[in-house]
């Protein structure tokens, strides 16, 4: 029976590590999996905006922060010439100086 109990503490002794490191890398991979669904498997793929603005809200949120979100969004639209931007994950901006831009975009 002693020696059982060596084998099997030498089997977790070996599987420590994988499992530790299995701790932090599924999370992670699961982390990388959503953000490039949540960027490229939505039907917002195809309105351009800032690369930050696909993956997270933290684009949007900080320009809203500094107070320049309204300026920031004219620069976005005169960039890149579209009506519709985006500007988060699932969040689209209009410009309003056009006259048919007065509808709300969201993807769910």
């Given at each position: 029976m ?14 420590r ?40 809200r ?51």
């Open positions: 002693l020696a059982s109990d060596s084998t099997s503490s030498l089997l977790s002794a070996e599987l590590p994988i499992f530790l490191l299995s701790l932090v890398f599924l999370p992670v991979c699961f982390l990388v999996v959503r953000s490039l669904r949540q960027a490229y498997g939505t039907t917002l793929r195809a309105v351009p905006g800032p690369v930050l603005a696909k993956f997270s933290l684009w949007y949120l900080s320009n809203v922060y500094r107070g320049d979100f309204e300026k920031v969004n004219a620069r976005l639209h005169q960039h890149y010439g579209m009506n519709l931007v985006r500007v988060a994950v699932k969040d689209t901006a209009d410009d309003l100086s056009h006259p048919r831009s007065y509808r709300t975009y969201r993807s769910e």
